[in-house]
Nanobody, 120 residues
Framework: QVQLAESGGGLVQAGGSLRLSCAAT????????MGWFRQAPGKEREFVAI??????YYVDSVKGRFTISRDNAKNTVALQMNSLKPEDTAVYYC???????????????WGQGTQVTVSS
């Protein structure tokens, strides 16, 4: 059983930065496909970024602003978010999959979520 715990959310002004962290227990992050999803009020949960053995992938709206990374020694995955915009406001979820991760339906494990609010 994999457990994921996010931290690092908060309130930031537009143009600012936040760093989210996800600590995994039960399996090593290097053996999983790890990702971040987000859900804004009234909207469906959407893919943000993933990291796997084949590389990193981002939704177009965050390319060039967000960076996903993995620290195998600490068994954590981070999402560095720069140049934040009000439309980035959402609950951000850490996700893990033992196979491919293409949509939220292919996620095997979820964190509890952390709120990110970007003020204009």
């Amino acid at each position: 059983q994999v457990q994921l715990a996010e931290s690092g959310g908060g309130l930031v002004q537009a143009g600012g930065s936040l760093r989210l962290s996800c600590a995994a227990t039960g399996r090593t992050v290097s053996s999983l496909v790890m990702g971040w999803f987000r859900q804004a009020p009234g909207k469906e949960r959407e893919f943000v970024a993933i990291i796997s053995r084949s590389g990193t992938y981002y939704v177009d709206s965050v390319k060039g602003r967000f960076t996903i990374s993995r620290d195998n020694a600490k068994n954590t995955v981070a999402l560095q978010m720069n140049s934040l915009k009000p439309e980035d406001t959402a609950v951000y979820y850490c996700a893990a999959s033992t196979g491919v991760m293409t949509t939220d339906r292919t996620v095997d494990y979820w964190g509890q979520g952390t709120q990110v609010t970007v003020s204009s």
